[in-house]
């Protein structure tokens, strides 16, 4: 069965911190791993990676793929209280060819002042 | 445009009623996923559109769950005879054509069954 495992479920840090968030996948059809951040509404898109090694930066947010071990990390250095959200970590592939999303549970992050 | 919208935002109803939920998704985009989200988890997949033909469904989607996309362009997601554990947020998606390309959600819907 594909699934997605994100770790930790949940960190709290305080502001100026860098984090470094997990996820690891077991997808068939693999195609690319996506990262999200949700503020309790929509999901907002943040990175794609579909190519092992190469890393994606914007701002204090970077990720990088590892196709060979099966897992991405997303970090965040210098962390601000504007980053507390859930982090989603996800991978398009399964059965089919529909572009489908498959998450993982989420990594609750608390940035303190 | 400016993204995909999702109508109502929340809803409450008692166990046994219907409920449908619109979801209006970027113009130009062919594909639109239906995901339903519970605390403290990851959004689930449902269902898939690729234009007005729904192409695949998660074995999650119970026969009290249908979905419809006609003329390709809103898409409106309905369930009949509602438990407890249909409460959730259910989001929708959408996105171009091409596997290189993200997806865009809206709000959800938050659907309370009491």
């Known amino acids: 069965e594909d699934k997605v495992v994100q770790s930790p479920l949940s960190l709290v840090v305080h502001e100026g911190d860098t984090v470094t968030l997990n996820c690891s996948y077991e997808?068939?059809?693999?195609?690319?791993l996506l990262w999200y951040k949700q503020e309790k509404k929509a999901p907002t898109f943040l990175f794609m990676l579909t190519s092992s090694g190469i890393e994606k930066k914007s701002g204090r947010l970077s990720s990088i793929l590892d196709k060979k071990e099966l897992f991405s990390i997303l970090n965040i250095t210098a962390t601000q209280t504007g980053d507390s959200a859930v982090y989603l970590c996800a991978v398009k592939g399964g059965s089919g060819n529909t572009g489908k999303l498959i998450f993982g549970q989420g990594t609750t992050l608390q940035v303190k002042p | 445009d400016t993204g995909v919208s999702q109508d109502p935002r929340h809803k409450i109803t008692k166990r046994g009623q219907n409920v449908t939920f619109r979801c209006d998704p970027i113009s130009e985009h062919n594909r639109l996923y239906w995901y339903r989200q519970t605390l403290g988890q990851g959004p689930e997949f449902l269902t898939y559109?690729?234009?007005?033909?729904?192409?695949?469904k998660s074995r999650l989607l119970s026969d009290r769950f249908s979905a419809e996309r006609p003329k390709g362009s809103f898409s409106t997601l309905e369930i009949q005879r509602t438990e407890q554990g249909d409460s959730a947020m259910y989001l929708c998606?959408?996105?171009?054509?091409?596997?290189?390309?993200?997806?865009?959600f809206g709000q959800g819907t938050r659907l309370t069954v009491v």
């Open positions: 559109f690729q234009n007005e033909a729904q192409l695949e």
């Open positions: 998606a959408s996105s171009e054509t091409g596997l290189g390309t993200e997806a865009f």
């Open positions: 997808v068939t059809n693999f195609r690319s």
